[in-house]
């Protein structure tokens, strides 16, 4: 039975002895509204999907392990350890944990409780001999469940610690995808690292040209000046991408759970393969994404509440008992004579408080009204988060294709203008100005490729990373 709406006018008199007796013959009733899911708005299909990659049956972007995609074996053994070690998840699991032992803990109000107890007491004048008593007896006491409030705490406990293991989920993936776009990035400055290491070497030989050509007479001490200049300005910035390579790889190894000291990844090339995501549609993402199972869980909790504040409009019933023995000879302790055994029933119920029962109910229906809220504007944000990821892989394709040519163009132009400078046709200024949109096209170049790879893991992070709802327990 349920009274979602009892609060609002109490039962008094015979009406209230009736309901106890209606209750108790149904095994108790549960006061307060019965949880469902909230609606939220959703759309057939994402915006930004047109010409999406079709789904694979073995694509590993579907998968828990989707990593894997990207066909790198050092990544791969990376996020193995991020399950294992990573002092963030670990600190999320006991949370888990702690949550999940609390719905035993409430669960236990639903059995009664029983004690065993034993004593010893002498009694006697100052004049006579004193005699002992000896009781052991055993004893219960139960508050039956009447009106349902331990079954909603339980059912509270029971969404907390669901909302929970979403949480734990949650903070699994964001650390996988972390890791994953940290390690884009460390392979991203590699590549940096070899163009810069390349420009600073064709920068030496042009300066060495530069000055030769100043001995002879051939060219101005500004070219030699100019030349000497931008070599300069390359290998600084080539020196302090070492810095920012250290910063990234420490990132990774706190990632892993290990001091930075003990993570050392030397410099690799660019091998990262760009995966082709698996489509979805917005109705399914309400059952991957771990945020979303997490905020609409603890909505289905705040709902448990609102019947806890209702029971408390409710009498609270108490049934005791105890048995056992008392006798003033040990030989006789356990006979039919020295047995005894008493049973109780109490009942008690608040007239007056104030309002402070209402007040409750109000707060615990506000909560849920904002647990509600706060999960649909997570769904409006795990939207925009996918749309705004398969934006930029639908964009970032045909960039990298034109950044190609670019960087293709201007290394001929960088190659041609140096000749002509050798011939004495150009200036150095055209020079330096072709060497600089030269190596302005290769870093970009690369930028857009870890753009693409980088966005190809927020996407996957946006769709749940393999993750759905059934993944959390159901106790």
């Known amino acids: 039975m349920t009274a979602a709406n009892a609060h609002r006018s109490l039962p008094k008199g015979r009406s209230l002895a009736i309901q106890m007796l209606f209750c108790g013959a149904l ?34 972007a579907d998968r ?14 990376l996020e193995a350890k991020v399950n294992v070690s990573n002092q963030t998840l670990a600190a999320a699991e006991a949370a888990y944990r702690e949550a999940h032992a609390l719905v035993a803990q409430d669960r236990a109000a639903l059995f009664p409780t029983i004690t065993l107890n034993a004593s010893v007491t002498q009694a006697g004048s100052f004049a006579g001999k004193p005699a002992a008593t000896y009781t052991p007896s055993i004893g219960a006491s139960w508050a039956p469940d009447i009106w349902g409030a331990v079954r909603r705490t339980i059912e509270n406990a029971r969404g907390s610690a669901q909302a929970s293991a979403a949480t734990l989920a949650n903070a699994r993936l964001s650390a996988q995808t972390e890791l994953a776009a940290d390690y884009i990035s460390l392979r991203q400055l590699d590549e940096e690292k070899r163009i810069y290491d390349a420009t600073v070497k064709a920068y030496q030989h042009s300066l060495d040209i530069t000055v030769n050509k100043y001995n002879v007479g051939n060219a101005a001490q500004s070219d030699v000046l100019s030349a000497r200049g931008l070599l300069l300005t390359t290998q600084a910035t080539d020196t302090d991408l070492e810095q920012q390579r250290a910063r990234v790889e420490h990132a990774i190894a706190i990632l892993t759970g290990a001091p930075p000291a003990d993570l050392t990844l030397q410099p690799a090339p660019w091998t990262l393969k760009l995966p082709e995501i698996p489509a979805t549609v917005p109705t399914t993402l309400l059952q991957r994404r771990p945020d979303i199972a997490s905020s609409e869980r603890s909505a289905m909790a705040a709902n448990a509440s609102i019947g806890v504040a209702v029971a408390a409009y409710y009498p609270n019933v108490t049934l005791t008992g105890q048995a056992g023995f008392a006798s003033s000879e040990l030989g006789h302790l356990f006979t039919a004579s020295s047995s005894f055994w008493s049973l109780g029933a109490a009942a008690a119920e608040t007239i007056f408080d104030a309002g402070a029962r209402a007040a409750k109910v109000r707060g615990a229906r506000a909560a849920f009204d904002e647990a509600v809220a ?75 490729q870890a753009n693409r790879l980088t966005t190809a893991v927020d996407l996957i992070e946006a769709l749940g990373g393999g993750w759905t709802a059934a993944d959390l327990p159901k106790d």
Do not use: H, M
């Open 374 to 448: 706060n999960y649909r504007q997570t769904v409006l944000t795990a939207f925009g988060q996918v749309e705004d990821n398969l934006a930029a892989q639908r964009v970032f394709g045909p960039e990298e294709k034109q950044l190609q040519q670019a960087a293709d163009v201007t290394a001929a132009n960088e190659k041609i203008t140096l000749n002509e400078y050798n011939a004495g046709t150009v200036d150095y200024t055209t020079v330096v100005t072709a060497e600089a949109a030269a190596l302005s096209s290769r870093n970009a170049l690369v930028g857009i």
């Open 64 to 77: 828990k392990d989707w990593w894997t995609v990207f066909d790198d074996n050092i990544l791969n053994d």
């Open 27 to 60: 095994s108790g009733c549960l006061v307060g509204p019965n949880y469902r899911r909230p609606p939220v708005l959703t759309t057939p299909t994402f915006k930004e999907a047109a010409g999406w990659a079709p789904a694979r049956p073995s694509d590993a």
